[in-house]
């Protein structure tokens, strides 16, 4: 079987157990890399051609406007197809409910046709919030597992937990 593991993270200023810390790699890519070590697989990072404020709170705001209106971010590099691949883990830090919307500007591209999807959403106290319902809508003709929620302040101490969960849905 083969893996994929799509991520959008944030580095720098990250809400952080009620606070603000900056952090050198993003919670969610700390999570990507967790599954990629635990199942193999190839790893496609996000990222926007207009980057997000490296202010925490400037960046929520942006993030809230581009839910508000639907938006699709421009990314750097798109995926063309995943044709190869059987498992799909869909990663992001959980922004007001869901992926940031970059992470749907990729997803819209694909055919789900077959594939088996996982929902994987860092987060403040949100745990997977609607991200799994979200990727239903997207994923057309996808099959879907279980998702994982990890608690962004404690990424860097979850590689067990995202391992064994990793394990379990991608046989």
Known sequence: MANLIIYYSRKGENYWNGGIKNIKKGNTETVAEFIQKAVGGDIFEIETVKEYSPDYYVCIDEA??????????????????IDEYDNIFVCGPCWWGTYPMAVLTQLEKLDWSGKKVMA????????????????????????????????????????????????????
């Open 64 to 81: 809230k406007a581009e839910l508000k209106e639907n938006a699709r971010p421009e990314l750097k590099k798109y995926l063309d197809n």
């Open 120 to 171: 994987v959403m860092t987060h403040e106290g949100s745990g997977l919030a609607s991200s799994e319902r979200d990727l239903k809508k997207i994923c057309k003709g996808a099959v879907f597992e279980k998702g994982l929620a990890i608690h962004g302040a404690e990424a860097a101490r979850s590689e067990k937990a995202v391992a064994a969960w990793s394990k379990s849905v991608a046989e």
